[in-house]
């Protein structure tokens, strides 16, 4: 067992920056990957960054060259550092991690952005 918490969002305005957190406890050792998903209101959830063990690194299209992913193996965690955000950044994220097939998730934390 994976446990998972968020912390980090909150309001900004466009153009603005905001760093989520993520801290894992229980069987850290079996993560593989860890990652960040947003859902926004009447859209699916869906892939913002991930990054294995060894730090390589996936984003989404929308979100490349704006936002970046670190890990902390040492400390079971993973961050996901926001900048230039858009109104169409706002969603609730949540933190995965990847067990062989089993999947975690946190409870998810809100990001809104508007001026």
């Known amino acids: 067992q994976v446990q998972l918490v968020e912390s980090g969002g909150g309001l900004v305005q466009p153009g603005g920056s905001l760093r989520l957190s993520c801290a894992a406890s229980g069987s850290i050792f079996s993560i593989s990957s860890m990652g960040w998903y947003r859902q926004a209101p009447g859209n699916q959830r869906e892939l913002v960054a991930d990054i294995t063990k060894s730090g390589s690194t996936r984003y989404a299209d929308s979100v490349k060259g704006r936002f970046t992913i670190s890990r902390d193996n040492a400390k079971s965690t993973v961050n996901l550092q926001m900048n230039s955000l858009k109104p169409e950044d706002t969603a609730v994220y949540y933190c995965?991690?990847?067990?062989?097939?089993?999947?975690?998730w946190g409870q998810g934390t809100q990001v809104t952005v508007s001026s």
């Open positions: 995965k991690a990847t067990v062989v097939t089993l999947w975690y």
